[in-house]
């Protein structure tokens, strides 16, 4: 439970290990929510990062996941095979799966250009420790947190559009 008093939200807590990926989702979106609701400024920053991650992973999921539909209609595909292509989606950046999910037609243009200026700025972030005026700033803390949670907000409606098209209920069990 969150802590009313100081508006604080609970920590994510895995419930067990087969996790669905909209499970998941909803408990970063409670998360995000809670933060931004109730202006909880020191987990500004927390907020950020736990966003910049979910983009991260959720468009990984997504490419795996649409990519295991394409070639789900040339046949069956060995367990062992998908095995190594979520080996495969684990090893690469945001930079590699952004550009592999827009060829594979998850994410649009325009969304690519808004996930592009979110990787250079976290790359810069990271690379810099974070200016420290910046993290001692909740108004530049929360616009980035706004923008971050804006664009993992459009990635949901990709995971939505891809569970729709493929269809299968059982798809939200892999790769988490």
Known sequence: MPDKQLGRPEPLSPTGEDLRVS??????????????GNSVAEEYFFGVLLTYSLIE????WLA??????????????????????????????????????FALGIITLPLFERI????????HHVHELWLLSDMR??????AELE??????????????????????????????
């Open 23 to 36: 499970e998941v989702i909803n408990a970063v979106a409670a998360r995000l929510n809670t933060i931004l």
């Open 57 to 60: 992973n959720l468009l990984k």
């Open 64 to 101: 795996f996941v649409k990519l295991i539909w394409n070639y789900s209609d040339t046949g069956v595909i060995e367990d062992a095979n998908i095995r190594n292509i979520s080996t495969y989606f684990d090893r690469l950046s945001l930079y590699n799966v952004q550009h592999l999910g």
């Open 116 to 123: 592009d200026k979110i990787r250079t700025r976290r790359n």
């Open 137 to 142: 700033d909740p108004a530049k803390l929360r």
């Open 147 to 176: 923008e971050v949670t804006r664009v993992a907000n459009d990635l949901v409606a990709a995971f939505n559009a891809l569970i729709k098209e493929v269809g299968v209920d059982e798809v939200d069990q892999l790769f988490f």
